[in-house]
């Protein structure tokens, strides 16, 4: 199986160091715009499989050219990319994965399902953890729950081990994607129908084992992926919100209701800039990038289950990783991206098109390929 990897920053680095540690796993290229960034990625994760190469993502037919002879590329740039890259990678004739998190981009990558069938290929968007692990789970756990199921709650974040006021919060993936969870709109079921409501609201309070306690969760955009779609008219209630520490959404919030997240351009002496582009920078120079973190999820099915159980909880604790220098983040983004991947290259996942992985990726098999990598979800009939 050779598989190449589409950008150097932290998810590559985390899908590279599992997939040149995977049986089967002939070549890991890392490709990147630096390439110096791929080369020292490939010396530092120091694997006889693993090469590197210098690739402009933006540039189509370098990338046509650089795909082909892989089996499956992965996405690991920012999601606005995916689209092009998804139609590059049905051109080379090679599977396709990604990360996700933007609705609008993956109904573009759908458009593509008629030509990645005549070409016999599977592109799934969406797998990281969530969209991703915690839309599996729901899927999943909606075959095992039977009939009955009245609500689907997807909870999900990734939090530092050492909070820092005021927003008690460090970037454990890009600026850009967590401004897109903040600030679209969060598609949910209410009363068995799709809708679409703004990301930052229905603020709720969940607990977990300590040292953690009393956590706050909102609506956040991306998450649910493609579940409203395939439980409407099943489910009553279903929606996914982000798991931050207490306060944070309210001081957020704050910020880009007074417009910190607006793409309208405003002149800063002779620049010509968006609000959001200074707040991006802002938060890139404020908030801590390094230090442990920790991953919190928690999906639960409800209504009248099995043997008169009404709930069924999924939840995962994961820390990062000291001897492997990999967050949590990174590892339950990343490892189940890389585990989808080869997947498809073995067999494994049937059918072609565009699917995401609640569609297409049976939850035992993925449960037991994490649990190998020391993510461990607990499964709890209440």
Request: net charge neutral.
């Amino acid at each position: 199986m050779k598989f190449i990897v589409l950008g150097a920053g932290l998810m590559g680095r985390a899908l590279a160091f599992d997939l040149a540690r995977s049986q089967g796993v002939e070549r890991v290229t890392i490709a990147d715009e630096k390439v110096e960034r791929a080369t020292g990625l490939a010396r530092e994760l120091n694997s006889p499989l693993i090469s590197s190469q210098e690739l402009d993502v933006a540039r189509f037919a370098d990338v046509v050219k650089t795909l082909r002879g892989h089996d499956c590329a992965i996405s690991a740039v920012p999601y606005r990319f995916n689209a092009e890259l998804t139609k590059a990678s049905i051109e080379s004739g090679v599977h396709f994965c990604d990360l996700g998190g933007n609705d609008q981009i993956v109904e573009e990558q759908r458009r593509m399902d008629a030509e990645a069938r005549r070409k016999g290929l599977l592109i799934v968007p969406n797998c990281g953890l969530a969209p991703g692990l915690g839309n599996v789970l729901a899927a999943g756990g909606a075959k095992i729950f039977g009939e009955g199921l009245d609500s689907i709650s997807i909870r999900v974040g990734g939090l530092p081990r050492h909070p820092r006021p005021p927003l008690n919060y460090q970037l454990v993936f890009s600026v850009e994607g967590l401004l897109n969870e903040y600030s679209g709109k969060a598609r949910v079921l209410r009363n068995f129908q799709p809708a679409e409501i703004d990301a930052m609201t229905e603020l709720e309070t969940l607990t977990f084992p300590p040292p953690f306690g009393t956590v706050e969760a909102f609506l956040t955009s991306g998450g649910t992926s493609l579940l409203s779609e395939m439980f409407a008219g099943k489910v009553r209630h279903m929606d996914y919100k982000t798991i931050r520490f207490p306060g944070h959404c309210e001081r957020f919030r704050a910020l880009l209701e007074i417009g910190f997240g607006s793409s309208e351009p405003i002149s800063i002496g002779s620049n010509l800039m968006t609000a959001r582009e200074v707040f991006m920078e802002l938060l890139k120079k404020k908030l801590p990038s390094a230090g442990p973190d920790v991953v919190l999820l928690r999906t639960e099915l409800k209504g009248d289950g099995r043997h008169s159980r009404k709930t069924l909880r999924y939840e995962l604790i994961d820390n990062y990783d000291e001897n492997a220098n990999i967050s949590s983040m990174m590892r339950t983004t990343a490892f189940p991206t890389s585990v989808i991947a080869q997947m498809i290259v073995g067999g494994r996942i049937q059918g072609t098109g565009v699917r995401t992985p609640e569609q297409c990726v049976e939850l035992d098999p993925l449960l037991s390929e994490l649990g190998s990598r020391n993510i461990h979800i607990t499964q709890e009939w209440l």
